[in-house]
């Protein structure tokens, strides 16, 4: 059984920032693309970004591209979110998720999911 934890939320003011972080457990996830997506009370869950399994590759959202950086540390078995200049728009539970697939911004190719962690931006 796979678990991942998100930690690194709070409340930023808006031009601030914030590192995410995401520790898997129950089985090295090494080879899996790790993503970030993002869900609000009135929205679909949104994909931020994503890093393959050996971390060659990365892949944003057009929300996140420019201001955000994903990152692994595979012997971690962790996955990192740096978010810097955040708006207000960024506010939302930010997910950490694994899929086998590869590099993908579909929800629904990802096989584990964690809690979530609150990231609140103010203006």
């Known amino acids: 059984q796979v678990q991942l934890v998100e930690s690194g939320g709070g409340l930023v003011q808006a031009g601030g920032s914030l590192r995410l972080s995401c520790a898997a457990s129950?089985?090295?996830?090494?080879?899996?693309?790790m993503g970030w997506f993002r869900q609000t009370a009135a929205k679909e869950r949104d994909f931020v970004a994503a890093?393959?399994?050996?971390?060659?590759?990365?892949e944003y959202g057009d929300s996140a591209q420019g201001r955000f950086t994903v990152t692994r540390d595979r012997a971690k078995n962790a996955v990192y979110l740096q978010m810097n200049s955040l708006k207000p728009d960024d506010t939302a539970v930010y997910y950490c998720a694994a899929s086998e697939v590869g590099n993908t911004a579909y929800a629904a190719s990802y096989d584990y999911w964690g809690q979530g962690t609150q990231v609140t931006v103010s203006s």
């Open positions: 890093i393959t399994g050996l971390g060659d590759a990365t």
């Open positions: 129950g089985r090295p996830l090494s080879t899996w693309t």
